[in-house]
């Protein structure tokens, strides 16, 4: 299946895309798909949301269509 990975503000520079389609299985982790992507991605800071939702770095993503990397913000 595929599904759409979007990187979102600092995330895009760090990872050099906005959005990249890619082949996955349900049992795949957005971890798991993002450092098929960026080997050396600094996650540890960073959100995931699936589908529009958070979700955990190491949950399946069973259907899913979309993963979004969501950086750190910071507002007033």
Not at 19 to 40: G, N
């Amino acid at each position: 299946m595929q599904v759409t990975v979007l990187a979102f503000a600092q995330a895009h520079d760090q990872f050099g895309f906005r959005e990249r389609v890619v082949e996955c299985a349900p049992s795949d982790t957005p971890r798991a798909i993002v450092l098929r992507l960026a080997p050396a991605a600094a996650l540890d800071r960073m959100r995931v949301a699936v589908d529009q939702e958070y979700a955990a770095w190491d949950a399946p993503i069973g259907d899913a269509r979309e993963v979004a990397i969501i950086p750190p913000v910071s507002g007033g």
